[in-house]
T-cell receptor, first 113, second 115 residues
Framework: AQSVTQPDIHITVSEGASLELRCNYS??????LFWYVQSPGQGLQLLLK??????LVQGIKGFEAEFKRSQSSFNLRKPSVHWSDAAEYFC???????????FGTGTRLLVSP | DTEVTQTPKHLVMGMTNKKSLKCEQHMGHRAMYWYKQKAKKPPELMFVYSYEKLSINESVPSRFSPECPNSSLLNLHLHALQPEDSALYLC??????????????FGSGTRLTVV
């Protein structure tokens, strides 16, 4: 069965500093991986997704993620964090034909001045 | 139109009430979903509709009754809920074939409080 682990419950980053959020997945075949962001009381917004091909994917709002099969990881990065990036970030894994995504438990990002 | 619209945004209901949540999309997506999200938790899948037919029910209690009257609309009928059903209810849509590969578009949710 698919599973996703986000080892960091919350992370605090200074505004302007770089960010990396960790995501590890478990799935036997080629996974389809997603990062979503959720502001308080809001729905989920898709930041980026990986299906195949180039292992470094670019997303919206200056985010990128790198798929590393050998490490079963799909970490999210941003070179310079803005205060508006403070939110909950969810990594998710899906697979062809499955009508559901499996979400990680989320990482709350706090941005300090 | 690239949005999923959910109404109402907030709902307070008593345990004996009957209410409905509504979800609408005009992206031509033929799969629609209901998720439940408790505070500080990830979304949990409740129901999946594919081509207006219920394809997945994640063992949800019968006090939640989904309905998909057409390809653009998805309703969730609520009856005799319990306080523990208070949560953010999220609707999502996607392409019906290999939906996971295309990702989901989520609505902003309905914040439900059961008193």
């Amino acid at each position: 069965a698919q599973s996703v682990t986000q080892p960091d419950i919350h992370i605090t980053v200074s505004e302007g500093a770089s960010l990396e959020l960790r995501c590890n997945y478990s799935y036997g075949a080629t996974p389809y991986l997603f990062w979503y962001v959720q502001s308080p009381g809001q729905g989920l917004q898709l930041l980026l997704k990986y299906f195949s091909g180039d292992t470094l994917v670019q997303g919206i709002k200056g985010f990128e993620a790198e798929f590393k099969r050998s490490q079963s990881s799909f970490n999210l990065r941003k070179p310079s964090v803005h205060w508006s990036d403070a939110a909950e970030y969810f990594c998710a894994v899906g697979s062809t034909g499955f009508q559901k995504l499996v979400f990680g438990t989320g990482t709350r990002l706090l941005v300090s001045p | 139109d690239t949005e999923v619209t959910q109404t109402p945004k907030h709902l307070v209901m008593g345990m004996t009430n009957k209410k409905s949540l509504k979800c609408e999309q005009h992206m031509g997506h033929r799969a629609m979903y209901w998720y439940k999200q408790k505070a500080k938790k990830p979304p949990e899948l409740m129901f999946v509709y594919s081509y207006e037919k219920l394809s997945i029910n994640e063992s949800v209690p019968s006090r939640f009754s989904p309905e998909c009257p057409n390809s653009s609309l998805l309703n969730l009928h609520l009856h005799a809920l319990q306080p523990e059903d208070s949560a953010l209810y999220l609707c999502a849509s996607s392409q019906a074939k290999t939906p996971s590969t295309g990702g989901y578009t989520f609505g902003s949710g309905t914040r439900l409080t059961v008193v």
